[in-house]
């Protein structure tokens, strides 16, 4: 049975760094990328990062290109997120997701319709 667990979410002050992780457990067949994604109070959820798992290429929102990396550690099987210069804009749950999709390119990682397992979320918030 396939699980993602997020870790890493807690309280910041604007301009501080986080690191989210999210765990995979379980065999997760064909697995072609992995994704990040948010949802703030009242909003929808919305794509933040994606990194294809055949050869690392990353694709980035445009609102946290620049701040945000996407990596992830084979040996450990997780999918980190690394958060910096947060502002308040970025306090949403963030989830992670996995995806079987064979598709090309990278801008199918945003979206969320291609992803077949989702993690429950962490909490982050980002005071002014």
């Known amino acids: 049975q396939v699980q993602l667990e997020e870790s890493g979410g807690g309280v910041v002050q604007a301009g501080d760094s986080l690191r989210l992780s999210c765990a995979i457990s379980?065999?997760?067949?064909?697995?072609?990328?992995m994704g990040w994604f948010r949802q703030a109070p009242g909003k929808d959820r919305e794509f933040v990062a994606g990194?294809?798992?055949?050869?690392?290429?990353?694709y980035y929102a445009d609102s946290v290109e620049g701040r945000f990396t996407i990596s992830r550690d084979m040996t450990r099987n997780t999918v980190d997120l690394k958060m910096n210069s947060l502002t308040p804009g970025d306090t949403a749950v963030y989830f992670c997701a996995a995806s079987q999709s064979t598709v090309y390119g990278v801008l199918w990682l945003s979206h969320q319709d291609k992803y077949d397992y989702w993690g429950q979320g962490t909490q982050v918030t980002v005071s002014s």
């Open positions: 379980g065999n997760i067949y064909r697995n072609t990328g």
């Open positions: 990194i294809r798992k055949s050869d690392g290429r990353t």
